[in-house]
């Protein structure tokens, strides 16, 4: 099958999956009382019509051009991309509690209209979650081979990004700023500061390179990367000043091993597997301090055994937008947070920004400052 055969048949099978997500959605909502007849039910009608036009013809307004007009729609089509999954997860849970609506028939309906509107009332909390941007998450890892003078060293994370049409100039530069505001001695980018359009990110290249550390700034690719374009996401990351880790490691620290893979996944999807951990582990003392950047929180007892110390990935967003998050861990079952595998401490970050909708419910972006802390 041609490149432009696949791709044609993906967008089949995404515009199917998002017109049965509004024909279901639709359907349900049409049997709550207030949207059965009238100028309600037209009303209904029209904004589902509205909701399924609106992201596409954004994308496809700013890909011919029509760049302000396309951002703006497709803003717009993607805060309702997370409200219909809330509203979709909520109604689902009413056909669990009503079997379909064959039990409790008189008060289905209504438990329907009840169910939209704790799911629009999650959707604005969502949304406020994610403009309000990153906190901070302040954590101490003891490195087991980690010199006395590298002792209290502050590495600041940052992972998904997804930088693009969506998440810009502004939430960009509260990022920026939240990092800057530690003093940061190691900035690290466990990829997908790229969304999917590296040339909208080429043109914040100067707000980029503001980003500095004492002992600099380093980068790995995410699977966003590779859909960006390899090495068109490299030489962005490296214009913007980072040194990006491709099976290597660097000292940044006397005693202190950084060491980086690209993603797996992405470099696979494209065509051009790429990860190789035993490249990027190559010549390291097992007894070193021993730092991984990974994009994906896979592969942790291997990573262990071959004698990391700490492990640090991204990925998946803690789920983003609960209950997401129960698909999330089936495939990542260290979804966020800190884990110990064997004598490897592994940390995922919930990302920095967030990619699709610019919502987050019970899965707050973050930027994770550890502080290094010899035995």
């Excluded at 309906?109 to 990153?134: D, F, T």
Aim: hydrophobic share 50%; glycine share 12%.
């Amino acid at each position: 099958m041609s490149s432009a055969a696949r791709v044609a048949v993906f967008l089949g099978i995404v515009l199917s999956i998002w017109l049965a997500e509004h024909v279901y959605v639709g359907w349900r909502l049409l049997s709550v009382p207030p949207f059965a007849a009238g100028a309600a039910r037209k009303g209904l009608l029209a904004w589902l019509v509205v909701g399924f036009l609106t992201y596409p013809l954004g994308r496809t307004l700013f890909a011919v051009g029509w760049r302000g007009s396309g951002r703006v729609l497709e803003y717009v089509g993607a805060v309702w991309m997370g409200t219909l999954f809330l509203l979709l997860a909520a109604l689902l849970t009413v056909e669990v509690v009503t079997l379909g609506g064959f039990v409790l028939r008189s008060w289905a309906p209504w438990l329907r209209g009840a169910a939209a509107i704790v799911a629009v009332c999650a959707s604005a909390a969502a949304w406020a979650s994610a403009a309000v941007g990153p906190r901070t998450v302040r954590l101490d890892v003891t490195l087991g081979g980690l010199p006395r003078e590298a002792d209290g060293l502050r590495l600041v994370q940052i992972s998904d990004v997804h930088v693009g049409t969506i998440l810009g100039r502004a939430r960009l530069q509260k990022i920026l700023d939240g990092v800057q505001q530690l003093e940061p001695d190691v900035v690290v980018i466990t990829g997908d500061l790229i969304d999917g359009d590296a040339g909208v990110v080429e043109e914040l290249l100067p707000q980029l390179k503001t980003l500095r550390a004492r002992r600099g700034v380093y980068a790995i690719l995410g699977n966003h990367e590779y859909y960006a374009g390899r090495e068109r996401s490299r030489a962005l990351l490296r214009d913007a000043g980072f040194e990006v880790l491709d099976n290597r490691w660097v000292e940044p620290a006397p005693g202190l091993y950084l060491a980086g893979v690209p993603d797996a996944r992405g470099s696979a999807q494209t065509g051009r597997p790429e990860a190789d951990l035993d490249a990027a582990l190559a010549g390291l003392d097992p007894d070193s301090a021993v730092v991984l950047l990974q994009h994906a929180p896979e592969g942790e007892e291997r990573i262990a055994a071959a004698g990391v110390d700490l492990l640090l990935d991204g990925h998946t967003h803690g789920g983003q937008i609960w209950p997401f998050h129960y698909l999330v861990k089936r495939a990542y079952p260290h979804l966020a947070g800190v884990y110990r595998v064997g004598a490897m401490t592994q940390v995922v970050s919930r990302g920095s920004g967030q990619w699709g909708p610019p919502m987050r419910l019970f899965a707050p972006s973050e930027i994770i400052q550890i502080t290094l802390r010899s035995p």
